[in-house]
């Protein structure tokens, strides 16, 4: 009797402490070194831990007992943001994958991820048949009514097969439009657009912790084209539906993909649409959070957004020794606004090309606007005498300088091209794009 309790006793830890794995494969091999971990919650990704990718591509996570169920992200490279895929942790059954760079994820077992991967590749196997159908301009109005059918069938079938699982939330929210009967492709493409977002719960914890809302909000954002719109157009009353759809979504939730898409429109050189995000949507949104910061991000951008008027300042003139204004300033058809400092080397070898460059042109067509970001006025004072034909403003507080900040400035030399309104023309790189810039225009 006392060694059959000697015997439960040692085996309690294991049973206490029971645990999952996720583990899988990285091909090539070569490519990778270590996976790192998180697990996603609505509003951080926790880090968890991290594994080495062994020479053959194999890595392997423990989960214990006390491993929250949910979604977790494996990482594996940076940015962190784009090399990384999510999987379903339901604390009852072991993950093995295999992820290769060219094809993606594909799960060898997990019921419930091999669940969803199956749903997302039926589904997307009938779309491909509906399209193909209209792309063959077919007139058997029975043919598409019976991959209408499939399709519903499809997913009645999923969302029973994943009760009470985590990944019927995926399979619910990505339900798409069917026609009950017999449409054209105008009126079916019409359709899939009004009712792209009708079975999104964008509260929903679940979604919120995945990719999933990002990705929807991406496609639709730039998969969803009109012929009769320009570029610029048609992303903004994308954004448009969109924030519509996003009405009833938690603050926190709206900042998250609101600041996402504001991002890649800025990453996409698109300000136009990035201003539009900010001005109807995500500014308001900042300022019910209370986000100072990224309220001062975005007023920044759109301040030194092309087009826009650039931040007024007011300058001691050291020719006259009278107090001026940018906006005020007439004497030339454009202005160039150059930060930069007696103490910066890169400065040093810019400001004489700029000089020598600017007695190429005629004095009416640019003035140049040099303002030195300096803690002290000693250098400085000397070394605007190489310069005479500026008009030089000591920006003392160097990078704590009001105007600086006005331009956010973080880096010297910095240029910005005026157009005689003093609207934001250009913003060169360096000196070698500023000159490419003046001798065209």
């Not at 938690?250 to 201003?275: C, H, Y």
């Not at 005479?388 to 240029?415: C, Q, R």
Request: a neutral charge; one cysteine or more.
């Amino acid at each position: 009797m006392l060694f059959r309790i000697i015997i439960i006793l040692a085996l309690l830890p294991n049973m206490v402490l029971a645990q999952h794995t996720i583990k899988g494969v990285f091909t090539p091999a070569k490519d990778y070194e270590v996976v790192l971990l998180y697990r996603v919650t609505p509003t951080v990704s926790e880090y968890i831990t991290n594994a080495p990718i062994q020479k053959d591509g194999s890595f392997h996570f423990d989960m214990d007992a006390s491993a929250v169920t949910g979604m977790y992200r494996l990482v594996y490279a940076v940015p962190q943001e784009d090399y990384n895929f999510d999987v379903i942790y339901n604390g009852k059954e072991d993950i093995i994958l295999a992820f290769n760079s060219e094809t993606g994820v594909t799960f060898k077992a997990s019921v419930e991820n091999k669940l969803l991967a199956s749903y997302t590749a039926s589904m997307s196997a009938i779309t491909q048949s509906i399209t193909n159908y209209f792309r063959s301009e077919r007139k058997d109005t029975i043919a598409l009514n019976s991959i209408f059918k499939t399709q519903r069938d499809a997913q009645t079938r999923y969302e029973k097969l994943a009760e009470k699982t985590i990944a019927l939330h995926f399979i619910k929210a990505n339900k798409p439009y069917i026609p009950k009967k017999y449409e054209n492709v105008k009126t079916y493409v019409k359709n899939l657009k009004i009712h792209y977002f009708d079975n999104i719960d964008f509260a929903n914890k679940i979604l919120q912790s995945s990719s999933f809302l990002q990705e929807r909000m991406l496609n639709y954002v730039f998969g969803v084209s009109n012929d009769e719109k320009d570029e610029i157009t048609n992303y903004k009353s994308n954004i448009d539906v969109f924030a519509n759809a996003l009405k009833a979504a938690p603050t926190s939730v709206k900042r998250i993909l609101l600041l996402d898409l504001w991002q890649e429109m800025v990453d996409l050189n698109l300000a136009p649409v990035a201003n539009h995000i900010s001005k109807n949507y995500l500014l308001e949104v900042a300022k019910l959070l209370k986000d100072d910061e990224l309220v001062s991000t975005l007023t920044l951008y759109t301040n030194l957004s092309i087009g826009h008027k650039a931040p007024d300042f007011s300058f001691t003139d050291n020719k006259t020794k009278t107090t001026r204004k940018l906006s005020e300033l007439t004497e030339a058809e454009r202005y160039i606004i150059v930060f930069w400092s007696s103490s910066c080397s890169h400065c040093l070898d810019e400001i004489p090309q700029l000089h020598n460059f600017m007695k190429t042109k005629a004095k009416n067509k640019y003035k140049v606007i040099a303002i030195g970001l300096e803690d002290d006025d000693k250098k400085w004072k000397e070394q605007i005498k190489n310069y005479p034909d500026f008009t030089h403003v000591l920006g003392l507080g160097k990078w704590e300088n009001k105007i600086g900040d006005a331009y956010g400035v973080n880096a010297t030399p910095t240029y910005f091209i005026l157009d005689k309104d003093k609207k934001m023309l250009y913003k060169p790189e360096d000196i070698e794009e500023l000159k490419e810039f003046v001798s065209l225009k």
